[in-house]
């Protein structure tokens, strides 16, 4: 599996286009927001000759779906997100205009996460993990071949997403980031959804919202 992403909008996203030998490839949160990064992303498409087959989002934030409307139509591809995040792209001009971003057309959901365990192109396979507490719907992508996880705005470098934001929580998000994202074993690569990239393990022993939690869990078992 080869994976490119680029940087894009005024809210710093990081797109990623993941393929395989056969050519195929998913465009994972298609973020770019103006002509500039439509051909950015373009030619980063054409300069390997890859052939996209499907749009697929982590979650439903403006600054993760502001092109998805524009490679739907550049590629005839379908755009799968849970149906839990609807209600972000309804609300995508309100939620822009808080941060000064100019929103286009929102995207329609040809295909809910929801309904599926796995997500495949060409001869490789993504997982499907449910990572609710940054939206409802939110999810990450998780490639056990080649250690790779996707993980949106749920895990970043040495911090997790805001939960302050509508339909956000705490509780869900460190849930999330514990049962599903801890597990895959600390070399398993993170991909987020804005800066750089990390491991688990890095996350395991340097983020501090991650590491106060397994550190009241160890003391909790320490006491009983």
């Not at 980031?177 to 022993?205: N, Q």
């Amino acid at each position: 599996m080869k994976i490119a992403s680029h940087t894009f909008n005024p809210i710093g996203e990081q797109t990623y286009v993941v393929w395989d030998s056969t050519g195929e490839c998913v465009i994972i949160d298609a973020g770019n927001s103006n002509d500039c990064e439509n051909r950015a992303l373009d030619e980063l498409i054409a300069l390997h000759s890859l052939r996209p087959v499907m749009a697929i989002n982590t979650h439903g934030h403006f600054d993760h779906t502001l092109g998805v409307e524009y490679v739907k139509e550049r590629y005839n591809i379908p755009f799968a997100l849970s149906r839990k995040d609807q209600f972000l792209l309804d609300n995508a001009q309100t939620s822009g205009s808080v941060f000064g971003v100019k929103i286009g057309r929102m995207p329609q959901i040809d295909i809910d996460l929801d309904s599926l365990d796995e997500v495949k192109f060409g001869e490789s396979t993504l997982k499907i993990l449910r990572t609710p507490g940054h939206t409802p719907g939110h999810v990450a992508f998780f490639s056990a071949e080649d250690g790779v996880v996707f993980t949106g705005d749920t895990l970043f470098r040495e911090s997790i997403g805001r939960t302050d934001l509508p339909g956000g929580d705490y509780s869900w998000i460190m849930t999330s980031i514990l049962r599903e994202l801890i597990p895959l074993g600390d070399e398993v690569k993170v991909y987020p959804g804005h800066g750089p990239e990390t491991t688990i393990g890095h996350e395991s022993m340097y983020n501090p919202f991650v590491v106060e939690v397994l550190n009241e869990q160890v003391n909790y078992k320490d006491a009983e």
